[in-house]
T-cell receptor
Framework: DGGITQSPKYLFRKEGQNVTLSCEQNLNHDAMYWYRQDPGQGLRLIYY???????QKGDIAEGYSVSREKKESFPLTVTSAQKNPTAFYLCASSTAKPGPIMRQPQHFGDGTRLSIL | AQSVTQLGSHVSVSEGALVLLRCNYSSSVPPYLFWYVQYPNQGLQLLLKYTSAATLVKGINGFEAEFKKSETSFHLTKPSAHMSDAAEYFC??????????????FGKGTTLSVSS
């Protein structure tokens, strides 16, 4: 079955440590996204990528970094500069092509819950 | 700029009662609108989408939503709630290219509780 796989499901970060969250999709989607979810705040966009080797900052990119070396993969690194990393992180993908507006829905992985040790 | 407001962070209904979850949007262009459901510790699942074809949209699990341009609303309804409907629901509007590329703009979510 096609879908999005996020790993690990739970992750713990020590002070000053960088951690990387994995996101892999086999839906042949061009666009991929990372969202952060905090209770009562909905989903906030961290980074998105519409094509391999290209990505853009979302609303809350500070303290995070991404890469898009392969169409199937869009890993997110939470750096030590992110002072409040505890949250639920969701990866999504879509068939959206660059254009004035997005018409296609996004497909989501099951998330990674990150906590501070 | 695109934005979504979900009225009511928490809605409680009895099993068999009508479910109504409210969503109002702001859009500088004709919008595309989506409703998603999230169960605890899981990702989001698409319930339904409005892409200008029909104003009444039917989705999965018996849910439907009506697009009302005059009220800038896209409320989600279900005639009879089931215990398995208890979850968090998100309304989303499509972003424009100069706002966030191809991303969606999400509301803050509404938690639905269903009692027996």
């Amino acid at each position: 079955d096609g879908g999005i796989t996020q790993s690990p499901k739970y992750l713990f970060r020590k002070e000053g440590q960088n951690v990387t969250l994995s996101c892999e999709q086999n839906l042949n989607h061009d666009a991929m996204y990372w969202y952060r979810q905090d209770p009562g705040q909905g989903l906030r966009l961290i980074y998105y990528s519409q094509i391999v080797n290209d990505f853009q900052k979302g609303d809350i990119a500070e303290g995070y970094s991404v890469s898009r070396e392969k169409k199937e993969s869009f890993p997110l690194t939470v750096t030590s500069a992110q002072k409040n990393p505890t949250a639920f992180y969701l990866c999504a993908s879509s068939t959206a092509k660059p254009g004035p507006i997005m018409r296609q829905p996004q497909h989501f992985g099951d998330g990674t819950r990150l906590s501070i040790l | 700029a695109q934005s979504v407001t979900q009225l009511g962070s928490h809605v409680s209904v009895s099993e068999g009662a009508l479910v109504l979850l409210r969503c109002n949007y702001s859009s500088s262009v004709p919008p595309y609108l989506f409703w998603y459901v999230q169960y605890p510790n899981q990702g989001l699942q698409l319930l339904l989408k409005y892409t200008s074809a029909a104003t009444l949209v039917k989705g999965i699990n018996g849910f439907e939503a009506e697009f009302k341009k005059s009220e800038t609303s896209f409320h989600l309804t279900k005639p009879s709630a089931h215990m398995s409907d208890a979850a968090e629901y998100f309304c989303a509007v499509s972003a424009t290219a100069n706002q966030a590329g191809t991303a969606l703009i999400f509301g803050k979510g509404t938690t639905l509780s269903v009692s027996s």
